[in-house]
């Protein structure tokens, strides 16, 4: 069964420093994550001539108990 | 021959079912669980749907002052030799019985449709149905408390070498066929490292006594090569999951996407 990505998701999982740079924030901040803390990180993005950084932003969505 | 034609006509007041399993393959959880189910198993399954169908569309055509023929399918059906064909008068009959087949299953379809669109009938439907998985409901966010754009797993596996942390994002996952078991989880972006980073042994206990123990800090992440990364559930220990919501502007999007 295919998982549920929203649109966004999908265009980080197809950028593979973009994916690696979240993967690495959220590693990096695993206990601000786990409380649901906004955690900022830096995408250098390298397609046009010169590198273009942007600054994102995730979070957990957290879980609310069954 | 007969037998087939009556055989034919009984599928045909049966149809309503089959478009509520259509309806179905709207909703992701009941579309891939009753996915091998056949027709007849569909048939069977949802046999009240047809009933429930017809209790309500024939009542209705009645008032309108229109009736459909079941008695000329049931001579039909019966292989009654008394019954007298008229091909002229049969043929509008038929149209009109297949008339009626057509707007019962579109009837049941829209109507099944919009069930499998409301969350909680939909949610009723599985419980019914005994189709609830933890599963489904874990990596589907079931209870994240709000939307997220993804799913990021470290998964813990072991072998005989070693333990091993798998860090990607979930991009499949597969049951075991004709069942609710977890078979394997597909991952992108996927990186692996050692549970442990090192084993600290060696250290004097009393009188040249000797102890192992292991560092609490996991290895150094190793990139793996390939798109995805295939992990079969038996070799799972345990998986951690964050639901993770971004927030960037829509240009990145955009520049992302390329």
């Known amino acids: 069964m295919r998982a549920k990505i929203s649109k966004l998701g999908k265009a980080f999982l197809k950028n593979n420093k973009a994916a690696a740079a979240l993967s690495e924030a959220v590693f990096n901040n695993r206990d601000r994550i786990s409380n649901g803390e906004k955690v900022q990180f830096e995408v250098v993005l390298s397609r046009s001539n010169k590198p273009v950084k942007f600054i994102a932003a995730v979070r957990s969505a957290g879980i609310s108990q069954p | ?258």
């Not at chain 2, 055509?61 to 064909?85: A, C, E, P, Q, W």
């Not at chain 2, 009109?96 to 379809?109: D, E, K």
Request: net charge negative; proline share 3%; aromatic share 12%.
């Open chain 2, 1 to 258: 021959m007969n037998i087939a034609i009556g055989a034919f006509l009984i599928t045909l007041l049966f149809i309503p079912a089959i478009s509520f399993r259509l309806a179905l393959n709207n909703h992701r959880q009941l579309k891939e669980l009753l996915g091998a189910l056949s027709i007849t198993d569909t048939i069977w399954m949802f046999i009240l749907v047809p009933i429930c169908t017809h209790l309500v569309l024939l009542p209705i055509l009645f008032t309108l002052g229109m009736t459909v023929k079941f008695d000329l399918m049931l001579n039909i059906i019966y292989s009654n030799r008394d019954f007298h064909i008229d091909n002229r008068t049969m043929g509008w009959d038929v149209i009109s019985f297949m008339g009626y087949v057509l707007f019962a299953f579109a009837a049941a379809f829209v109507v099944s449709a919009w069930i499998v669109k409301n969350k909680r009938l939909s949610e009723k439907i599985v419980a019914l149905l005994g189709a609830g998985n933890e599963w489904y409901e874990l990596f589907d966010g079931k209870y994240a408390s709000m939307n997220f754009d993804m799913i990021l797993l470290n998964v813990v596996t072991g072998s005989k070498e070693s333990t091993l942390i798998y860090t990607g994002y979930l991009e499949n996952y597969y049951f075991q066929t004709k069942s609710t078991e977890l078979n394997y989880i597909v991952l992108t972006q996927v990186t692996r490292r050692d549970l442990r980073k090192q084993a600290l042994t060696e250290q004097p206990l009393g009188e040249g006594g000797k102890t192992t123990a292991y560092s609490n800090e996991p290895g150094i992440p190793i990139d793996l090569p390939g798109d995805v990364i295939v992990i079969p559930a038996k070799e799972i220990l345990n998986i951690n999951i964050t639901y993770l919501q971004l927030e960037v502007d829509n240009e990145m999007i955009e520049e992302l996407e390329g």
